[in-house]
């Protein structure tokens, strides 16, 4: 069974930046089109950033573009957000999962990992 591991998370103030890692057991990420999501105190978990593994091509959510980049590392089987410029609003637990396509915003796996938390301070 397929295991994410995501990594990363802290404090940080507003402006700051932070890495998240996503590892998984169990499969490789190749072929694969993984993502970002996160769910903030209250709120239901949203897309937040998606790579379709092959070919590196990448698609983000509107409230992330310009400040947040997802990469992966292929010997590594490892998938990364680097965010900067973090807001207040950003706070939230980051999880990383499978999605079908590089359109798609559903997570693919039932299984979650236990995710990140990130907390931005004004």
């Known amino acids: 069974q397929v295991q994410l591991v995501e990594s990363g998370g802290g404090r940080v103030q507003a402006g700051g930046s932070l890495r998240l890692s996503c590892a998984a057991s169990g499969r490789t990420f190749s072929g694969s089109t993984m993502a970002w999501f996160r769910q903030a105190p209250g709120k239901d978990r949203e897309f937040v950033a998606a790579i379709f593994w092959t070919y590196g091509s990448t698609r983000y959510a509107d409230s992330v573009k310009g400040r947040f980049t997802i990469s992966r590392d292929n010997a590594k089987n490892t998938m990364y957000l680097q965010m900067n410029s973090l807001k207040p609003e950003d706070t939230a637990v980051y999880y990383c999962?499978?999605?079908?396509?590089?359109?798609?915003?559903?997570?693919?796996?039932?299984?979650w990992g236990q995710g990140t938390q990130v907390t931005v301070s004004s």
């Open positions: 999962n499978a999605i079908r396509t590089i359109a798609s915003t559903q997570a693919l796996l039932d299984s």
